[in-house]
């Protein structure tokens, strides 16, 4: 069926690898639901599992068949639309962030659907390296788990364990070197069920009283901390391609993941890296949860760029010496040449005379 992932290009692993594995952990999460979950508790989150079931097949559509930017920004919209207006999981404040609490509720509708539908597409993008996508997923699942279990919402609770369970089933055969890939059908279902769990985070915490649960101080900065490799690297590309003169959706290979790879480091260590750095800034959540976001807001922001533009130092640094000590590939072929020395075969040397004529 032609359901593997050629190399080239912008792609940087080798050989033909299978894609569509979102498959296999997307499936098991519905069993899983089907099984585990009360009658009362489906009908809590049916319209997130319809919109989280549509974006399954939105992103299993594409890896049959691609579909165009709109048409999967339209499923995308209609995924958010049923979250946002049945569901009713959106940002209804920006809980004193700039002076401003309640906000209307046309603007808090179409604030949230484009934070979910960007959100979705910049979880996307982070799925270029082996066990990426999977590991940062697996980290803000099992925040969002433990949270929502002690602020007693169970329902989504144990959708976010599941996913930890299947994601990391899935990490067994993704791990470098990756076996499988989990193509737009893990990518986007993941992405979506993330940018829409954290919202209702960020919401129930803001909204929330000190005794239903551990409330952090600054519900916007804390969702910014959940998400912060996608968030980043999303703002960091499209900054660098529109100050190039370039499309912002054009594709290449300035991600953060391709530059730590041109520091020389494996699939592997790139990818602990990240997750190393999404856990200090959950980390800084805890520490900082008495502050609010106008101080933490800034300061995740502020990490953020810092750690990134010196990120791109080291890179330069480390690009300039690997080239130094890489010999031209004149000379490599020039010294293939010089170190090859004919032979002659054995039985034939035995057959001929040879004479000093």
Known sequence: MKLIDAPGGRKIHNGFIPSMGGLSFVVATFIAVLTWFSLKQMIEVRFFLTAFGLVFMLGLRDDLVDLTAWQKLLGQFVAAYIVVVF??????????????YDIPEFISYAITIFTIIALTNSFNLIDGLDGLAGSISVVTFTFLGWWFMQADMTSY????????????????FNWHPAKIFMGDTGSLS????????????????GTMNDYQGWKFTAPLASGLALLIIPIYD?????????????????????HIHHFMMRMGLRHDQVTLSLVLIKIIFIGLMFLGSGWNDHILV??????????GLRLDVITLKRVKV?????PPILSLKQRKKSSHKPTVN???LKKVNITDN
């Open 87 to 100: 569901g009713d999981i959106r940002f209804t404040s920006l809980y004193g962030f700039l002076g401003i």
């Open 157 to 172: 609770s144990m959708f976010a364990f599941i996913l930890v369970g299947g994601v990391l089933s899935f990490l067994v």
């Open 190 to 205: 993941l992405g979506f069920a993330l940018s829409v769990m954290t919202i209702l985070f960020v919401n129930t915490n």
């Open 234 to 254: 999303t703002c960091r590309i499209f900054t660098k391609r529109t100050l190039k003169g370039k499309s912002p959706f054009a594709a290449d290979k300035s």
């Open 298 to 307: 800034p300061l995740f922001a502020l990490t953020a760029v810092f750690l």
């Open 322 to 326: 690997i080239q130094s000590q890489t």
């Open 346 to 348: 054995q039985k034939i």
